[in-house]
């Protein structure tokens, strides 16, 4: 019983100390895992635990970080932790912006901008956990509005930013429509808005790109990091996550 006991946790220290080296060296690299792998990875919880233990250890790019502990200027409004979101329900247990370090610092210069000229941001939502995506997909499956989560989202990622402009009082500006309008006029070639409306969403637009940020073309607010396809796909709970 003993030989055999020792044996017994040999083995599970080493298949430990492998999955923890895999899952670190992917995400250090920076290398995108494909949707079939992730999709089985995410399936099981021992697998998303190891994917929490060695979070510390990436490198700040890669890291999920507390937008709020780069540049506490930026004004949250995390829809997804109310019942105010086209699901009418809450979803996440708290309300946080969290992205990869690389996207999290180019917000942070976005908002240092704008404020140069009495703006600032308002954030809707930044990473968003698989399992929330999932339930999503159940009740708009559009890819046009929601990425279907076999693919995964760059808010999964943590490489995407929902987002729109707020003044010096923190009050938004007018935009052609409220967050989650699943919409054309939600589109950025929509034309019928105001002619405030449009030169807000434009003025977001360029502020957004200046800083590498690319526009999503059927939704004003979104925006997605340059290098989102060289991060994984995660569905790491909130609480799970650093604040710094």
Known sequence: MIYSSRWTRFIIVILLLILLLEFHNSDNRLMSASSSSNQSVLSNSFFTTAKILVTSQLPY????????SVNPNIILDIRYATE???LHRKLYPMARCLLRGAAAKRLSQVQDYLETKGLGLKVFDCYR??????LMWEVLPDPRYVANPERGS????GAA??????????????MPTDYDDFTKQAHRDYNGASAEAMRNRQLLEEAMQQYGFIPLSTEWWHFDDPDWNKFSILDLSFEKIPFK
Do not use: Y
């Open 154 to 157: 760059r808010h999964n990622r």
């Open 61 to 68: 790019e890669a890291r999920l970080i507390d937008i709020g």
């Open 161 to 174: 930013v929902d987002l729109t402009l707020v003044d010096s009082n923190g009050k938004e500006l007018e």
């Open 129 to 134: 956990p698989l399992s929330v995506q999932r």
């Open 84 to 86: 105010n979101n086209f």
